[in-house]
């Protein structure tokens, strides 16, 4: 596709619920990162990932959140037993691998979770 | 730790004037690069501009152009003409030269009125 794509758009779950978040990043980017978005926010640094590995998960906040991309493309963030504090937008990017003109990150729509 | 500061939590201008969007931030290190988001209600973030820490020309793109100052650790964004297409939240990001992740400030929700 033409852009970063994000699925669901809009997910309501209840607290304790198992919740998961797609994203499709730009053909041909190998990084993607996922970032937190809270009201009145800017957003906040998940995980990037180069390819398939996760190059730096340092922003998960707990062992509830983690993250996936099995082929190197497409990624998926998976939230355990919900709490309403995971209540945000979740923004993905997706950027060509280093380089100092070409690795602009390119954001999707975003999911925008709400906990119960 | 490096950190963005946005001290402007709304601005606003009438169209066709020219607008100046603050950011500092604070880091120990010498190669980094800075750069201007734009939100608007769909929620996508939008590049603005990006400047190299390692460049001294201030960065230009069509009305959008920066004020660098280095030493200051100032990084202003000035928009001029402002459409009213230019209403949205600006994010100023910072990203250090040795990993990828992006540092947002609070944003800024730019209004424009006609």
């Known amino acids: 596709g033409a852009g970063v794509s994000q699925t669901p758009s809009n997910k309501v779950t209840e607290k304790g619920k198992y919740v998961e978040l797609r994203c499709d990043p730009i053909s041909g980017h190998t990084a993607l990162y996922w970032y937190r978005q809270s009201l009145g926010q800017g957003p906040e640094f998940l995980i990037y990932?180069?390819?398939?590995?996760?190059?730096?998960d340092s922003g998960l906040p707990n062992d509830r959140f983690f993250a996936v991309r099995p082929e190197g493309s497409v990624s998926t963030l998976k939230i355990q037993r919900t709490e309403r504090g995971d209540s945000a937008v979740y923004l993905c990017?997706?950027?060509?691998?280093?380089?100092?003109?070409?690795?602009?990150?390119?954001f999707g729509p975003g999911t925008r979770l709400t906990v119960l | 730790a490096q950190t963005v500061t946005q001290s402007q939590p709304e601005m606003s201008v009438q169209e066709a004037e020219t607008v100046t969007l603050s950011c500092t931030y604070d880091?120990?290190?010498?190669?980094?690069?800075l750069f201007w988001y734009k939100q608007p209600p769909s929620r996508q973030m939008i590049l603005v501009i990006r400047?190299?820490?390692?460049?001294?020309q201030n960065a230009t793109e069509n009305r959008f152009s920066v004020n660098f100052q280095k030493a200051a650790k100032s990084f202003s964004l000035k928009i001029s003409d402002s459409q009213l297409g230019d209403a949205a939240m600006y994010f100023c990001?910072?990203?250090?030269?040795?990993?990828?992740?992006?540092?947002f400030g609070t944003g800024t929700r730019l209004q424009v009125f006609p």
């Open positions: 990017a997706s950027s060509l691998p280093g380089g100092r003109n070409t690795d602009t990150q390119y």
């Open positions: 400047q190299e820490a390692y460049k001294q």
């Open positions: 990001a910072y990203r250090s030269g040795n990993t990828d992740k992006l540092i």
């Open positions: 880091t120990s290190e010498s190669d980094y690069y």
């Open positions: 990932f180069q390819g398939t590995g996760a190059a730096d």
